[in-house]
């Protein structure tokens, strides 16, 4: 019974995830792309390292997507990629908030 | 509800990326920034969890596993190495790209639309060149030996355009005939991971900055890709802002250069244009000096510019910079450092090794600001930098025709602690060394600023 109510939600999500208009996603994609400009045009040169490992570490926002694949109920294939993707996700987002907390640190101490 | 709750929450966390990076353009509230970005990456990686309400175990293992060693790396890496470090993280960031698009695709089967399928095919085109190429980078950086000087086969830009048409090729296939299986995702990948590595093995080590200021864009563009894939906006959000700011740097890289992209990627330097050679240049001309000569020469003086390049990194000698900068001030000179854009081996390399030293960041001048100032200069001292330094950019036929320098020349005296007179990356002679204010001191960059300041102690 628990089952059948699991696999529904997945379905839901599924379903759910398929009635966003592509057109809508486009529109954050483009949307986002402008923001980032915007917010990024004037780096002093001495925060481009920081800025690049930091922005480095956002890439690391596929652990979102390893999570997901990797909670999939359609096989062990999914679920082994989705193991391998959350570990090197993490290893890119751990690694890259550390590193540059230690960079912007040694900036501010005066 | 739940639903409704975890997209919520990817909200918030996008907000908070978009405050984080804002927070990173400037130096007293990119601490803060990048904590926030951290808390937005803590949000969404909860609000995944808590959506797929089924056995963490795996995830949580996983999330163990990456975590012990990306802490373990970030806080055992020297400084020094900081570039090579970014690109082992920037890759691993493109690498999940191609696990989660490709665990998608089999999961999905065959039932797929249009724009899903070009996201997969993009996102494991972009992933796969981003791991191999910043490994690729990783190595250069690294130095390890079979890497460490730019690679060309012969024909390496055909093998490449191949390698890419062939990967586009192989997309195209998979978005018009989705029945065809994961198989050929593979197939895909393995020509992207080719092609990573055939465009970074070529570069050489100073146009690393614009490569890796590239990888960092592609690892954003990745998870964006994946994001469509997947139609989660968080991703799409996040990886277009890296992707955003990785352009935005690359930009800048290039124009520190006064070269095209295009030309980084694909085009060498042609040293034999313009300029003489060395022994014409050279013949004749060289001063060398001493330590006890150049503390003679800060006697009395009022100003002093220190132009740092990827040999003080090399050399470890940011310490003994930093000793020589202390006892310049006590001596009431102001000391001041000229920062080039591409100074080094990623962007804004030597500011992270100066203030890794407690030099204050005002103290650290970019180029473009400081040239119209250094004909006041008394002294300046060019620190492991060749290129950035090099007059012949001014002569519209050299190599280097039209690459903004630093314009040390003008100073009264220019010392240029340096082991030989052998060229820089661009391989081309440089006519500062026997300019008729340059005093060339032969020596390891370390052991000379230690020597340097001994001998303005004891002056």
Known sequence: ?110 | MNETWVNLAYLVASILFILGMKGMTHPRTAVRGNMMSALAMFIAVIAAAVSIELDLVVVIVGIAIGAAIGGFLALWVKMTAMPQMVAVFNGLGGGASVFVAWADLVQRGVNTDLETSIATAAAGLIGAVTLTGSLVAYAKLEEIKQFRNPIRLPMHQLISAGLAVGAIAIGVAIVQWPDIGPGIYLLLILFAAALGVALVTPIGGADMPVVIALLNSYSGLAAAATGFVIHNNVLIIAGSLVGASGLILTSIMCKAMNRSLFNVIFGGIDASAGGGSEDDIYAGKIKSTSAEEVAMLMDGIQSVVIIPGYGMAVAQAQHAVRDLYQQLQARDIDVKFAIHPVAGRMPGHMNVLLAEVDIPYEKLVESDTINPTLDTVDVAIVLGANDVVNPVARDPDSAIAGMPIVDVDKCRTVVVIKRSLSPGFAKIANPLFAADNTLMFFSDGKEAVEELVKAVKEY
Not at chain 1, 1 to 30: K, Y
Not at chain 1, 71 to 100: E, Q
């Open chain 1, 1 to 110: 019974m628990m089952d059948i109510a699991l696999i529904l939600s997945q379905v839901e999500v599924v379903a759910s995830n398929h009635t966003v208009p592509f057109m809508v996603v486009l529109t954050i994609f483009v949307l986002a792309v402008f923001i980032g400009f915007e917010v990024i045009t004037k780096v002093p040169p001495t925060l481009h390292t920081p800025l690049m490992s930091g922005s480095n570490a956002i890439s690391g926002i596929t652990i979102v997507g390893a999570i997901l694949a990797a909670a999939s109920t359609s096989g062990t294939i999914s679920t082994i990629f989705g193991f391998i993707a959350i570990v090197m996700a993490t290893v890119n987002v751990v690694g890259g908030y550390l590193v540059t907390h230690r960079m912007l640190r040694m900036f501010k101490k005066k």
